[in-house]
Structures are given as C-alpha cells and as structure tokens.
C-alpha cells in the first residue's frame, strides 16, 4: 500500500513537471513565433490593400466623370463588384477579408459601395473619416473608422479603412475607400494559422481595441476565458510589450498572449491563444 502511494505521487510529481515544461513551450511558441507571425500577416494585408486600394482609384477615375448622376452610381457599382472579381478585378482583393468597397465625391459624399442594399450611398465620409479626407486632398492614406449599426442597441464595428484619391488630367475627380472590419481581420488570421498548423487543437485568434474584442467563429467558451478587459489593461500595464498567462478550460490547461499591434494603432493588439502539447 505504501508503495502505491510512493508510485502515485510520483506520478502525479512527473504529470505537474510536464504540464508546467508544456505551459513553457507555449508561452514561448506564442512570444517567439506567433506573435510575430501575426505581425507578419497584418503587415502583409495592409500592404496589399494600401497597393490594391491605388489601382482600385485609378482604374475608377473614369466612372466619376459620368455626367448624369443615377448612370454614374449605376455604373461605379458595377466597377466596383468587378474590380473585386478573381479574373476581372485587382489581384490584392481576391480572397480578402475586405467587407466594403466605395467610391467617394470631390465633396466626400458616397456615391456607391459594392452591394445593394446600399447604407453607405449619400453620407459624408469626408468629415468622418481622416483617410478619405487625406485622398480627397490628394494622399492615399490608412487608418481606422468606427461604422454603427442600424439597430441603435447593437454594438458598433471598427475597420481598418484604405483610401486613395481617383486622378483625370493630373486632377482629382474622386476618391475610392475599402475597409476591412476588425473581426473579419481576426477570422483571416485564425484561418491561416489553421492551414499552416500541421497538428494539435485549433489556434485561435482575437483582435482587441480598448476594452472592445473583435472575432468571429471562435469558440464561446475560449471568448469567455480571454475576454475580460479591465484584466487586460492591468496585465498590458505591468508588461506594456504584451503578457502570457495560464488558465483552464473544462479543466485542461490552455494559455493565451496578448500583444500590442502597434502598426494598426496605440489602443490595438492581438490575443493569441493555445492549447499546450
């Protein structure tokens, strides 16, 4: 009997040391590799949306000079879906996780999106949002813009926006603006780590602005366990460069990173999460 219990201990001794040796492994894998490899992909989206954005101007600057205003809304939205089509359109929106695309009026009015129905058609983005006042006066520019819903209790949705001015002559007639919604970003990233994962649970990852988390088709329960806001301020305050921490879901270990993006903005970052092997 006694030296059952001498065989379960250490046991149970072995099982702690390896779970704490996996919890390691994956706070450095999350530090070392994830972290940087989001950084990597972000990098590379906005890249490709800053270019794909110009080309998008310029093949859409004739559309602005379309005289009769419900022809050129007609066929502005037309170019616009085509300009996101794999054989017809421009290769740096082809599988993006770009929701809008839009053209914009010397006065910054909206002429047309992409899609009907059209909520965007007639307001003024010029005076809400700084990229598209950028390009109206002849810069392209990236930034971020808060979009509400029509249902005044649902949450509003912060996207990355890309904006750039449209040029006939050498003058600006217009500008073109495309956005990817910060949850759609943070659906791309978790897809590409699972098409690069070879085995092992699922990695998930988040996009955060201020105390807002940004996901889609994540697990309720792993959004529950990274979710908490006011816990996250502390951590970034006492590790400003990003934190890992340690935690159990359904009663297996799991741990999770938060890190600052400082190429989306000051108050942004990414939570990415893991199950230790």
């Keep these: 009997m006694k030296r059952s219990r001498i065989l379960l201990l250490g046991f149970l001794v072995l099982a702690g040391c390896e779970d704490r040796a996996a919890v390691e492994r994956t706070r450095a894998q999350l530090r070392d590799v994830d972290f940087p490899r989001v950084q990597a992909l972000v990098e590379q989206d906005l890249g490709n949306h800053q270019a794909g954005v110009v ?3 310029d093949k859409l600057a004739p559309g602005f000079l379309v005289g009769d205003p419900e ?6 939205r037309a170019a616009l879906r085509i300009l996101q089509e794999p054989k017809r359109g421009i290769d740096q929106f082809v599988a993006s996780p770009m ?3 839009a053209a914009v009026d010397l006065d910054g009015i909206v002429i047309a999106r992409d899609r009907d129905p059209d909520r965007m058609k007639g307001q003024d983005f010029r005076s809400r949002f700084e990229p598209v006042a950028k390009a109206l006066d002849g810069s392209a520019s990236t930034g971020l813009g808060e979009f509400y819903a029509a249902d005044p209790d ?4 912060w996207s990355i926006l890309f904006a750039a001015p449209s040029l006939r002559d050498g003058k600006i007639v217009g500008a073109v603006l495309a956005g990817i919604p910060l949850s759609r970003l943070a659906q791309r990233l978790s897809r590409q780590f699972r098409v690069e994962q070879k085995a092992g649970a ?7 602005k201020g105390e807002r988390l940004f996901h889609w088709d ?3 329960e792993v959004d529950a366990l990274v979710r908490d806001p006011a816990a996250r301020a502390t ?8 934190y890992t921490h340690k935690a159990r879901l359904q009663g297996e ?17 990414t939570i990415i999460f893991r199950t230790p092997e």
């Design 202 to 208: 699922p990695v998930w990852v988040y996009l955060y």
């Design 99 to 101: 929701s809008f695309l």
């Design 55 to 57: 080309k998008a101007a």
């Design 71 to 76: 022809k050129r809304e007609t066929q502005i």
């Design 235 to 242: 951590a970034l305050t006492a590790s400003p460069a990003g």
């Design 253 to 269: 270990l799991q741990v999770y990173g938060a890190f600052p993006l400082a190429l989306l903005g000051p108050d942004l970052g």
């Design 154 to 157: 649902a949450p509003s949705s």
């Design 218 to 220: 994540t697990p309720p």
